[in-house]
């Protein structure tokens, strides 16, 4: 009981920093709306010249910042900036640049408070003296009257007065950046890590870390997120399959790493020769099991699938299944039943993974863990295609087509190619009555993966 809330907490927690959205981030972001105005920053600029206009274009006259932030000898800022707006010349008592040390141009929320908050650079200034400042401060101020056609800054006054106090009274806490990434403990040492679109797993032993698939969307974010929860080395790298969006990130890791992989994963890396992909160090036919420290993978391969080599990877302790490019949990596949190398062995590959004791899966893709029953979905769906693709060509060969709905004018193999697209169409339209509202993704996918099955009962497959 104790556990499971420490786990759901967790989660919470970890969920929010995925989104981005900390509770502090929400008080400084009206505060970074106003600083980063043109009004603002056109003297608050890092470059040794101050800027003009929304378009924030380098000053004229080649007016210079100067050694005091207050012009060059010569051309100082009071030659034609006195204490009041005075024709197309803004003014306010002390008219001059912000010293270097106050620069925001090009800082993000995170790096802009903590500048305003360091002592060291804001002029020696507390939390109530950066308020009082942005209160009275007549150069602040000008930012709501700035004359001639400028544009005020875009927010009230009242409204900037009352987020700012909002701010120091809660702290003035910063926003902590977004890690970019979703961190689980499954059980026992085995984490899930996913940035949304892509996921997978990585096994913390008490000899070192087994990463499994380097996938280079997270990239060094891979490293920081082991880091956050072990010191120990990475040890072992476990690639899936070949294909580059799901290990392409293994050369960003330790160069001793074991790199394990299925033999016919390894002789088409060894052909491609892509330095991303560094070529397996240890490799097997069918079955591996791979003990480190206290942990153990297991690693089969039944045959092709999604691709050739493409493996089960299984945690017996934890009871976790990987398998990666087959199942989807609550979407379609990506088109093409998941750029699938083999129908059959597509299906087959389902069939095999139900074979395993586990409660939790990891398919590689989309925003969540899969179950068994994600499995069975999608085996149904596989298996719906095949059999309504069939229905769908056998309801109209192609002879009959051109019988029936042949365009005269067109060359008959184009007319192949329309015959091909209406039984898309047909195949399309009967699964999406049952499968929409099963799995996310209907509109983009449904049609493709018509089209697949219909091409794969053309050139290959036994009907079903
Ligand atoms: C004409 C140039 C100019 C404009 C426009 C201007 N500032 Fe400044 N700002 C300065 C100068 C000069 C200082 C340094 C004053 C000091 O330290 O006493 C400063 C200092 C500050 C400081 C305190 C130091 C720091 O950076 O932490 C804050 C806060 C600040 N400005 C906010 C604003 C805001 C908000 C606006 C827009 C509404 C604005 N400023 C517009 C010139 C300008
Ligand atoms: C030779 C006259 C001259 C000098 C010297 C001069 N300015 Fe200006 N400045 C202007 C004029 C005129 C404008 C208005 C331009 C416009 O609106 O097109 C202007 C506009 C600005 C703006 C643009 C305000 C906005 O948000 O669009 C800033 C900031 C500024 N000056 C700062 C300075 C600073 C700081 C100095 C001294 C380092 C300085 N200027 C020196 C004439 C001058
Ligand atoms: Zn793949
Ligand atoms: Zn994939």
């Given amino acids: 009981m104790f556990k499971a809330l420490v786990r759901l907490l967790s989660r919470v927690i970890v969920g929010a920093l995925f989104a981005g959205v900390v509770h502090a981030a929400d008080d400084f972001a009206p505060l970074y709306q106003v600083l980063t105005s043109p009004r603002c920053l056109n003297c608050h600029t890092a470059t040794a010249f101050p800027r003009q206009g929304d378009e924030r274009r380098v000053h004229d006259f080649k007016v210079a910042r100067g050694p005091d932030d207050h012009g060059a000898a010569g051309m100082r800022c009071a030659t034609c900036h006195t204490d009041h707006n005075f024709g197309a010349a803004p003014g306010a008592p002390h008219w001059g640049m912000a010293p270097l040390s106050m620069a925001w141009e090009g800082l993000n929320p995170t790096q802009l408070c903590e500048r305003l908050k360091d002592p060291q650079q804001n002029g020696q200034r507390s939390i109530a003296q950066l308020v009082d400042h942005m209160q009275n401060d007549p150069l602040v101020a000008w930012g709501w009257s700035p004359g001639s056609n400028r544009k005020p800054v875009p927010m009230a006054k009242d409204d900037f007065v009352q987020a700012l106090k909002l701010w120091a009274e809660h702290g003035a806490p910063c926003p902590q950046p977004a890690v970019g990434y979703e961190l689980r403990e499954l059980r026992g040492g085995l984490y899930w890590l996913s940035d949304g679109a892509y996921n997978t797993m990585f096994l913390v032993s008490s000899k070192g870390v087994i990463v499994i698939d380097p996938l280079p969307t997270l990239g060094p974010r891979y490293m920081q997120a082991i880091r956050s929860v072990t010191d120990l080395p ?231």
């Fill in 234 to 464: 990475v040890t072992h790298i476990v690639y899936s399959h070949e294909h580059t969006d799901h290990i392409g990130g293994a050369s960003l890791f330790p160069k001793g790493a074991q790199i394990i992989a299925q033999v016919d994963t390894a002789k088409a890396l060894a052909r491609i020769a892509d330095p991303r992909r560094p070529v397996p160090t240890v490799t097997f036919a069918k079955d591996y099991t791979l003990t480190v420290g206290d942990q153990t993978l297991q690693l089969s391969y039944q045959g092709i699938n999604h691709s050739a080599g493409n493996v089960f990877i299984y945690a017996p302790r934890q009871k976790v299944l990987m398998l990666v490019d087959v199942v989807y949990p609550g979407y379609m596949p990506y088109p093409q039943l998941g750029v699938t190398a083999d129908i059959p062995g597509y299906v087959q590959a389902h069939r095999d993974a139900l074979a395993f004791d586990f409660t939790d899966f990891v398919g590689g893709h989309v925003d969540r863990l899969g179950t068994r029953d994600d499995v069975q979905t999608s085996l149904a769906f596989a298996q719906d295609v095949l059999a309504t693709a069939q229905h769908s060509v056998d309801a109209l060969s192609f002879p009959q087509y051109l019988q029936q709905k042949r365009n005269p004018g067109l060359q008959t193999w184009f007319a192949h190619d329309e015959y091909e697209k209406d039984r898309v169409a047909a195949c399309e339209s009967s699964l999406r009555g049952r499968w929409e509202s099963r799995l996310k993704g209907a509109d983009r996918f449904l049609a493709s993966h018509c089209w697949t099955a219909i091409v794969g009962l053309a050139i290959s497959l036994a009907p079903p």
